[in-house]
């Protein structure tokens, strides 16, 4: 390999989403990681607490409130991923296939298209939320809402898509 091609390499490699969002990440969580372990004398860090003042406060440690943020980076990111390739697919404005791909996930393409990745770690960030629901509230309703309430928009937005390649007929 030449000195050209690794450079290329390197270039395409950095310039996947997923590996740019791992690294910002991995320096997050560092830096959570030393805040909570120093002590900075004469600065006091206010806790973390989620819904204060009723039956239900929390008090979170500041590396759980960077696992909840990365964690709703990473929903964010899903989800409007999701949301972005449904419109291009239904309004036919790309192709995907493995030339044009820049995704991480592209190495699985052969077994599952990268809609469907995007879909199911879109589910899956839904039901990671409507846990955590259950778990500051109590109320078991978060998780029945999260595995089939967001299922169902999942499924119906998935249909439409078919529905609009389809030129909006039924069969």
Same mark, same amino acid.
């Given at each position: 390999?030449?000195?050209?091609?690794?450079? @290329?390499?390197?270039?395409?490699? @950095?310039?996947?989403?997923?590996?740019?969002?791992? *690294?910002?990440?991995? !320096?997050? $969580?560092?830096?959570?990681?030393?805040?909570?372990?120093?002590?900075?004398?004469?600065? $006091?860090?206010?806790?973390?607490?989620?819904?204060?003042?009723?039956?239900?406060?929390?008090? $979170?440690?500041?590396?759980?409130?960077?696992?909840?943020?990365?964690? @709703?980076?990473?929903?964010?990111?899903?989800?409007?991923?999701?949301?972005?390739? @449904?419109?291009?697919?239904?309004?036919?404005?790309?192709?995907? =296939?493995?030339?044009?791909?820049?995704?991480? !996930? &592209?190495?699985?393409? =052969?077994?599952?298209?990268?809609?469907?990745?995007?879909? *199911?770690? &879109? +589910? *899956?960030?839904?039901?990671? +939320?409507?846990?955590?629901?259950? +778990?500051?509230?109590?109320?078991?309703?978060?998780? &029945? $809402?999260?595995? !089939?309430?967001?299922?169902?928009?999942?499924?119906?937005?998935?249909?439409?898509?078919?529905?609009?390649?389809? =030129? !909006?007929?039924?069969?």
């Amino acid at each position: 390999m030449t000195e050209e091609e690794k450079n @290329l390499f390197w270039r395409r490699q @950095l310039s996947n989403p997923e590996l740019l969002q791992l *690294i910002l990440t991995i !320096f997050y $969580f560092i830096l959570m990681l030393v805040v909570s372990a120093v002590e900075i004398k004469g600065v $006091f860090l206010m806790p973390a607490i989620v819904m204060p003042g009723t039956s239900m406060e929390k008090e $979170f440690e500041y590396w759980e409130v960077a696992g909840y943020s990365v964690l @709703l980076m990473l929903s964010w990111f899903f989800l409007v991923g999701c949301y972005r390739q @449904l419109i291009r697919k239904a309004q036919r404005m790309e192709v995907y =296939d493995k030339g044009s791909q820049t995704s991480l !996930f &592209s190495r699985f393409s =052969d077994y599952i298209s990268l809609l469907s990745i995007y879909l *199911i770690f &879109s +589910w *899956i960030a839904c039901i990671l +939320w409507s846990v955590l629901g259950y +778990w500051v509230t109590g109320w078991i309703e978060f998780i &029945s $809402f999260g595995i !089939f309430g967001s299922a169902c928009t999942i499924c119906f937005a998935r249909a439409y898509t078919y529905f609009a390649l389809n =030129d !909006f007929e039924y069969l």
